[in-house]
């Protein structure tokens, strides 16, 4: 066995030794990264809110509207073989879902932006109000002009209506190159 192979079993050994001795649930910062291989299951618990991201950016003093960060990625018949953009387009999704969920078991009063989620969620609004592209598809619908700030809402959904409910809005943000 190579040094790699021991260190990931040796990393997963201590998780199971960690969940057996103390509670089921994964927490803590040194934990938080489990959760990079496994998806976000909570849609099978239930029906109902979905968390969705939303940017809008400021050029020139005028605020954009607000646009969706996950729109629906096209399916090609290749897809089935090689799918690298909807895979980081899922991924994506998979983190905001993170972010709700830390959110939702945030103590009262406790500062959202300390959390690794917020972090990376930060930095994907960021990729979406500068015109990324998931493959051949923009993050948002629509090609913003160049701006100098940004904001970002997580908002909970439910699938079907218009009606969402704020979970969180950034403060103002500087665009960086």
């Known amino acids: 066995m190579d040094l790699t192979a021991v260190l990931i079993l040796a990393y997963f050994a201590l998780l199971f030794i960690t969940l057996l001795w103390s509670s ?103 990729q979406a109000i500068q015109g990324d592209r998931w493959g051949d598809t923009p993050m948002i619908a629509v090609t913003l002009p160049r701006v100098e700030r940004f904001q970002f809402e997580l908002r909970m959904e439910l699938p079907a209506s218009t009606r969402s409910e704020l979970m969180l809005q950034s403060p103002v943000l500087a665009v960086w190159d």
């Open 24 to 126: 089921k649930v994964i927490q803590g910062p040194w934990l938080f990264f489990l959760r990079a291989f496994f998806p976000n299951w909570k849609f099978f618990h239930a029906v109902g809110h979905v968390p969705h991201l939303y940017v809008r950016g400021q050029a020139a003093g005028e605020w954009t509207g607000w646009y969706q960060v996950y729109p629906r990625l096209p399916r090609r018949w290749h897809h089935l073989f090689h799918n690298p953009a909807v895979n980081l387009a899922l991924s994506h999704q998979n983190l905001v879902d993170h972010f709700a969920s830390d959110l939702n078991a945030l103590p009262d009063g406790a500062d959202a932006s300390q959390l690794p989620t917020y972090r990376l969620v930060t930095r994907l609004a960021h």
